[in-house]
């Protein structure tokens, strides 16, 4: 049977953490960010963790997870 193959927009996107949770990247901190407050850009800062409604639906699009 052929290799499965990895939907490769989903591992430029997630990143799967030892304990098998989804981390992606927030959105909205490209551009425009001046008319949010300081509260929110450093809320936003750094990467989040996928809910788990979405989990296996990316994880199909990962059969070997990403390294």
């Known amino acids: 049977m052929p290799k499965m193959k990895t939907k490769k927009a989903a591992a430029k996107r997630f990143k799967i ?24 850009i450093r809320q936003n800062r750094g990467t989040s963790v996928a809910a788990k409604a979405d989990e296996a639906r990316v994880k199909s699009w990962l059969p070997y997870g990403t390294k």
């Open 17 to 40: 953490t030892a304990t098998g949770k989804l981390k992606h990247g927030v959105a909205g901190k490209r551009h425009r960010l001046i008319s949010h407050n300081a509260k929110y």
